[in-house]
């Protein structure tokens, strides 16, 4: 068992301003081209990151982590990278994991609401016939799907780095299934956990502690560190 995990959303991302703007005007393209994993961090997004890197810096140094891996997405990475830039801090060099990527949408990757709907006009029903859990977009992955690779994550995870404090920057989606595979949660007492908490917010923190030899929900998606909005 790793002695402690942190896990970390990536700061803002341009996708994450783009495409509420452009479903609320039902739009059907967004500035935002390419591909999902090359999407950049907005100048917020990279303050939020700095911050992280100052509250790295506070920890006192049998706090500070000893493994860092991160999604391969750009995101994730430029998070990583500032945040360890800012915090003066000699950090483990960080490695990458492909099963810690955002949720994979497939056919849909990167399409506005109204866009979905044009183009796949089916889609809504198969999502509702399907349920949001078993749910996955034309050859990407549902929730159950993602919850399947971070379990064999978290078993690798505690098996190469047991003993270790570890920082892992990722996604709201690997960060809300990761608490599910931890505390085997089903589907219900996820959306229990997001009703009550909200979505997993930008650079925000969530620890689980393995003292005891099993991990231990410390605190979750904290945002204490981070300047106001």
């Known amino acids: 068992m790793v002695a402690e995990l942190i896990l ?10 783009a495409f509420p703007a452009a479903d609320a005007e039902d739009l059907l393209e967004t500035e935002i081209s390419g591909r999902d994993a090359e999407v950049p961090l907005t100048p917020a997004g990279e ?4 911050a992280l890197g100052q509250w790295l810096a506070a920890l ?10 991160t999604s391969p997405y750009l995101r994730a990475r430029e998070t990583w990278r500032i945040a360890a ?25 990167l399409l506005t609401r ?25 050859g990407g992955e549902s929730f159950a799907d993602i919850r399947v690779r971070l379990s064999s994550f ?16 990722a996604h709201d989606a690997v960060v809300l299934m990761m608490r599910a595979v931890i505390e085997d949660l089903d589907w219900d007492r996820v959306l229990a956990v997001e ?13 689980f502690d393995g003292s005891s030899g099993r991990l231990v929900l410390d605190r979750y998606n904290v945002i204490d560190h981070l300047p106001p909005a």
């Open 8 to 17: 970390v959303r990536h700061g803002q991302s341009l996708a994450n301003v």
């Open 47 to 50: 303050e939020q990151a700095a």
């Open 60 to 69: 006192p140094e049998e706090h500070r982590p000893q493994v860092v891996i």
């Open 85 to 109: 830039e800012k915090s003066g801090l000699d950090l483990p060099e960080p490695s990458t994991d492909d099963r810690l990527v955002d949720r994979l949408m497939g056919e849909l990757e």
């Open 114 to 138: 109204a866009a979905v709907a044009a183009r796949f006009p089916g889609e809504a029903a198969r999502r509702a016939d399907a349920g949001e859990y078993e749910y996955a977009p034309p």
């Open 154 to 169: 978290l078993d690798d995870l505690n098996r190469d780095h047991a003993g270790k404090r570890v920082v892992v920057v």
């Open 195 to 207: 009703a009550e908490s909200g979505s997993v917010r930008n650079a925000s923190i969530s620890r």
